[in-house]
C-alpha cells in the first residue's frame, strides 16, 4: 500500500508513475485526495468538540459545589457526546473508504524502470550460446514420454489438463533440481523455511494479491465454520507474512529465508502449443527467496537476489537471457523486476524460471512490518523476492539442451551426485 502523505504531498508525481504501468487511476487519487481533506477536517473538528466536551464536563463539579443548575450543562454534555459520536463514525467511513481506494493503487515502478508494457521490456545480459545440433532434436514432451520421466496422460486423469506426473528417474531429476538449489541457498546463509501451504486471508492481502486478485487462487472453504483459506499461488505470499504485525531491530536486519512448496495456480492451463507439456500448468515446484531489509539495504538485497538466482542457473549450464521488466510488465506489489528466461530450443523462445522483485515498502505497509532504527525510530521494512527456482521450465530446458541424437539426455555435472547417473536412458 503507498505512503498516504506520499499521495498527498506528490500526487502528480503519483499519477505520472502509476501511468507507466498502463494505467490511468487519475480520478483514483483525486478522490483519496478529496476523501483525505475532509477526513483530517472532519477529525480536527471532531477533536476539537473532544476539547470542548472536556472543559465542560470540568465545570459540572464547580457547579454542584456552588449549588447551580447542571440541567442546561448536562444536556450540553448529551448533545456534544451525540454529535462526537456522529462525527466519528463519519471519520471512520472516510478511512475505511480512503484505505480501500489506496489498495486499488498498485507499488510505483522505480525511476529508471521503463514505462509500458512487456514489449519494452528490456534484456539485460545473455549466457551462453543456443544449443546446436548435429541431428534432429525432439521438444521436451517426446523426451520425456521416451525416457518415462513424465506421464502426462495418467496426470491429466488424475488433475485435469495442466496436470502431470513424475515418474522414476524424472521424479529423481525434479528432486534433485529441488536439493541443488536448497543445498546452494543454506550454503549462503538463507534460513530454510516450509511453511503451510493453505494460507489465510491476511497472507493474500499483505503480499497483494487481495482483494483485487482473489479470484486467482484456489480457496478452500472449511464445511464447519465461516474460515476460508487458500492455496499459496507462491511461497512469497507466506515468507512476507513472517514478520506481519512484528517491531524488528535494525541489527536483525537483513532476514534472508527460502522455502519450498508447490505453487497452485488457477490461471494456469492454457491449450497454446508454446506451453505445452510442463511449461505452464496448475502446480508446480519452486524454491523462494525472500529478503526483509532496511531502505538502505533494499538494492544491494535486490542484486544480491538476481546473481543468486543467475548462479542457480549458471550451474546447470542452461543458455538464458536476463531481462529488465517495463513498468506495465512488473507485478501490481512490485517496484521493479528482473527475468531470467531459460532457452526452449523446441519452441525457439525464452521462458522465465525466476523472477526477482523489490516490494519496496509496499508489503510491509500492508502488514504493518516495521525496524526500530538505531536513532529509536520506527520505519517500514523492505520485502523483495526471487524464485530460486522454479522447476517446471527448469526440466524441459534440462531435457532439451542436453539431448542425444540417440534420445538420451546428459545429465548436468551438479545433479549428477544428487542422481547418481551421468545420462539418463
Avoid at 477533536?47 to 440541567?71: C, F, H, T
Avoid at 497483494?208 to 505470499?237: C, H, R, W
Avoid at 524454491?287 to 550451474?315: H, I, N, P
Avoid at 534420445?407 to 548436468?412: E, K, L, R
Wanted: aromatic letters at 8%; one cysteine or more; charged letters at 30%.
Amino acid at each position: 500500500m503507498l505512503d498516504i502523505k506520499m499521495v498527498r504531498n506528490e500526487p502528480e508525481a503519483v499519477k505520472a508513475a502509476v501511468k507507466k504501468r498502463c494505467l490511468d487511476l487519475d480520478n483514483v487519487v483525486d478522490e483519496i485526495l478529496a476523501i483525505d481533506a475532509e477526513r483530517r477536517a472532519l477529525g480536527a473538528k471532531t477533536e476539537a468538540l473532544k476539547a470542548e466536551q472536556n472543559a465542560v464536563s470540568k465545570r459540572i463539579p464547580q457547579l454542584k459545589k456552588e449549588g447551580g443548575d447542571v440541567d442546561a450543562v448536562m444536556a450540553e454534555m448529551k448533545e456534544l457526546s451525540a454529535k462526537i459520536k456522529e462525527d466519528g463514525a463519519a471519520v471512520t467511513a472516510l478511512e475505511n473508504r480512503q484505505k480501500e481506494l489506496l489498495l486499488s493503487l498498485p507499488n510505483l515502478p522505480d525511476p529508471d524502470v521503463c514505462a509500458g508494457g512487456k514489449e519494452n521490456n528490456q534484456p539485460v545480459r545473455v549466457y551462453g550460446e543456443k544449443p546446436a545440433f548435429d541431428f534432429q532434436p525432439k521438444n521436451h514432451v517426446e523426451l520425456c514420454e521416451g525416457l518415462g520421466l513424465i506421464d502426462y496422460e495418467r496426470g491429466a486423469k488424475l488433475g485435469g489438463n495442466g496436470s502431470w506426473v513424475y515418474r522414476g528417474m524424472g521424479s529423481r531429476l525434479e528432486w534433485a533440481l529441488l536439493n541443488y538449489f536448497i543445498t546452494e541457498h543454506v550454503k549462503d546463509g538463507y534460513e530454510f523455511i516450509l511453511p503451510p501451504h493453505m494460507l489465510n486471508y491476511e497472507c493474500g492481502y499483505v503480499a497483494g494479491q487481495f482483494p483485487k486478485f482473489g479470484d486467482e487462487v484456489y480457496k478452500i472453504a472449511n464445511p464447519t465454520g465461516s474460515e476460508q483459506k487458500f492455496m499459496l499461488p507462491t511461497a512469497e505470499t507466506a515468507l512476507v507474512n513472517l514478520h506481519r504485525d512484528e517491531i524488528l531491530t535494525e541489527d536483525e536486519l537483513p532476514r534472508r529465508y527460502i522455502a519450498y512448496t508447490p505453487c497452485y495456480r488457477r490461471e494456469a492451463g492454457s491449450y497454446r502449443s508454446e506451453e505445452r507439456g510442463m511449461i505452464r500448468g496448475h502446480q508446480f515446484n519452486k524454491v523462494e527467496m525472500v529478503q526483509y531489509t532496511t531502505a538502505d539495504g533494499s538494492d544491494a538485497a535486490f542484486e544480491e537476489l538476481v546473481a543468486k538466482a543467475e548462479r542457480l542457473v549458471q550451474g546447470l549450464g542452461l543458455h538464458y537471457r536476463l531481462s529488465k521488466l517495463a513498468a506495465g510488465d512488473c507485478s501490481f506489489s512490485m517496484a521493479r523486476t528482473y527475468d531470467i528466461e531459460v532457452w526452449i530450443p523446441s519452441m525457439e523462445i525464452y521462458k522465465e524460471v525466476s523472477s526477482a522483485s523489490n516490494a519496496r515498502d509496499y508489503q510491509a505497509r500492508r502488514g504493518n512490518m516495521r525496524y526500530r532504527g538505531a536513532d529509536g525510530k520506527l520505519r517500514p521494512v523492505h520485502t523483495l523476492n526471487a524464485s530460486g527456482l522454479a522447476t517446471s521450465r527448469v526440466l524441459p530446458a534440462i531435457v532439451e539442451q542436453y539431448q542425444n541424437a540417440d534420445g538420451s539426455v546428459t545429465v548436468p555435472e551438479v545433479l549428477r551426485p544428487f542422481l547418481g547417473v551421468d545420462v539418463l536412458r
